[in-house]
């Protein structure tokens, strides 16, 4: 199966700390992506790492990449409550958008 | 940003009755949508790739006969589940890519939990 690994399942911090998720995969990839899901809803695109890309940033958001390792990490700083919801990674492994395939969800609650 | 647009929101039917779900873009044109289904504290699981004007692509292992998928325009999919029973309830979740980029983002929309009684 080419479905990514995310740990931990689940995270709990309070309001203000940093969280960070990772992400594993097992074939090389094209690009990877980070979706943000609020219970009961779609998915939300966070931001997307191409493989010739280490580090990218995007507001309290920050991705890594290590294709070596084949793992990603999301770092989520100064967390707010409003951030609490499931993380998922997704890997493209090129082609068409139909060859994503989204690892398991960590599951973040962030405390006030 | 481009928006995706699935009704219904949550569905609760008798086993036996068919149950139709709407995937619209609205502020784009999608020549493909795709049909994902999740479990809870799941991931999601691609079932079917919806191509505008032509046959949907279905995953190994989704029965065609029992998820019918209709992409009429180019900007609706729909997703039906015939003779539901109540293993097909699930949470049901269409996306969209947006233009040349369509291996970059997807725009999903909001959902659809269906309960077969």
């Known amino acids: 199966s080419q479905q990514g690994e995310e740990d931990p399942q689940a995270l709990s911090i309070q309001e203000g700390e940093n969280a960070t998720m990772n992400c594993s995969y097992k074939?090389?990839?094209?690009?990877l992506q980070w979706y943000r899901q609020n219970s009961g809803r779609g998915l939300v695109h966070l931001i997307l790492?191409?493989?010739?890309?280490r580090e990218k940033h995007s507001g309290r958001l920050r991705v890594t990449l290590d294709t070596s390792k084949k793992s990603s990490s999301l770092l989520i700083t100064a967390s707010r409550a409003a951030d609490t919801a499931s993380y998922f990674c997704a890997m493209n492994y090129g082609g068409s958008q139909g060859n994503l395939i989204f690892g398991k969800g960590t599951k973040l609650s962030v405390k006030p | 940003g481009a928006v995706v647009s699935q009704h219904p929101s949550r569905v609760i039917c008798k086993s036996g009755t068919s149950v139709k779900i709407e995937c619209r873009s609205l502020d784009f044109q999608a020549t493909t949508m795709f049909w994902y289904r999740q479990f809870p504290k799941k991931s999601l699981m691609l079932m079917a790739t919806s191509n505008e004007g032509s046959k949907a692509t279905y995953e190994q292992g989704v029965e065609k006969d029992k998820f019918l998928i209709n992409h009429a325009s180019l900007t609706l999919s729909t997703l039906t589940v015939t003779s539901a029973h109540p293993e097909d309830s699930s949470f049901y979740i269409c996306?969209?890519?947006?233009?040349?980029?369509?291996?970059?983002?997807?725009?999903f929309g909001s959902g659809t939990q269906l309960s077969v009684l």
């Open positions: 996306s969209a890519p947006l233009g040349y980029r369509s291996n970059e983002k997807l725009f």
């Open positions: 074939t090389s990839i094209n690009n």
């Open positions: 790492i191409r493989s010739n890309e």
